[in-house]
């Protein structure tokens, strides 16, 4: 399956050969020792180095459970008549697919797989930028993209990547996306981050959004041994990020606003560190208050690892 697709997730592993994760992990550490593959967290993929990078059609087979989930729980955090940008990805590219069915929408993205989802949305603006086409994931990147996003501001930005840590925040391995990527912040009020857990606690070579900047992050629900997820988890909300935890089939699901159904988020308030209050970089408030903030967050970090 790996050399099929480049890289494969644990849990299609475990759903194809119907055995526990665990077994799978053992067996994927007794590749590695061969050297028939390399482990990423919450997968495995062709040996390489750090640098490289899978394209579509190995991503698009990774986590595709988790990806849904996570689409259907972020398209809920946009509003009709927003104009928001979106980036490239697989998981980017399914949320484009839920945003069709916003009115009034508009939406910037470099990315080709996105502008298609979108292209029969009636009431859907679609704006693409300009730039070099990178065939492994359909971007357009390089000076044209990055100044076609100039003086350009909106409500939200929606960015993937290939890892996610509270110390260095987003990165991604490749330089001339993870530029589009700082553009595409920089042109946002806010920014969501849309990364399933086996991106929890991976680092890449390029730093696209620093943990500051990152107003929510929208994930999938670690397994119940997933220490190393949960951990990142509980140290992204110490630095204020918003976490918003989408459940996958089988599993208690999370729905956004407006569904009348409970959604799993852990809001942190107040400023962050190094701002002072109402300036740009004040992210939105609590819900649940100041008081006993922390300990909350603490008791549902908990609760994911039990579960």
Do not use: C, W
């Not at 849309?194 to 107003?215: C, R, W, Y």
């Not at 976490?243 to 400023?271: D, H, K």
């Amino acid at each position: 399956m790996v050399r099929a697709n480049g890289a494969v997730s644990l849990r299609e592993l475990a759903r194809v050969v119907q055995t526990s994760e665990v077994t799978v992990r053992r067996d994927v550490r007794a590749l590695e020792a061969e050297g028939l593959l390399d482990r990423r967290h919450g997968g495995a993929v062709l040996p390489g180095g750090f640098t490289r990078e899978s394209g579509f059609p190995q991503k698009s087979h990774l986590a595709t459970a988790e990806k849904t989930a996570i689409a259907d729980l972020a398209a809920g955090f946009v509003e009709e008549g927003e104009a928001i940008v979106v980036g490239a990805g697989t998981t980017t590219q399914e949320l484009a697919r839920r945003l069709a069915r916003v009115p009034g929408l508009t939406v910037v993205t470099n990315s080709l797989l996105v502008a298609q989802a979108l292209a029969h949305a009636n009431r859907v603006e679609v704006v693409m930028t300009g730039g070099t086409l990178r065939g492994s994931n359909y971007a357009l990147v390089g000076s044209g993209a990055e100044q076609s996003l100039q003086g350009l501001r909106v409500s939200k930005a929606f960015l993937s990547g290939s890892g996610l840590t509270a110390e260095r925040g987003l990165s991604t391995s490749n330089m001339l996306s993870a530029s589009v990527d700082r553009a595409l912040v920089q042109a946002a009020s806010e920014v969501v981050v849309l990364a399933d857990h086996s991106k929890l606690g991976t680092d890449t070579m390029f730093q696209t959004v620093p943990t500051e900047l990152i107003t929510r992050l929208v994930t999938d629900e670690p397994p119940g041994h997933d220490d190393r997820s949960a951990t990142e988890l509980q140290a992204l909300a110490d630095q204020g990020v918003q976490i918003a935890v989408a459940g996958t089939p089988g599993s208690e699901r999370a729905e956004p606003p407006g569904s009348g159904r409970q959604r799993r988020e852990v809001p942190l308030p107040g400023p962050r560190r190094g701002h002072a209050p109402g300036g740009p970089q004040l992210r939105a408030a609590s819900v649940l208050g100041e008081g006993g903030q922390q300990e909350r967050t603490a008791a549902r970090v908990a609760d994911m690892r039990r579960r």
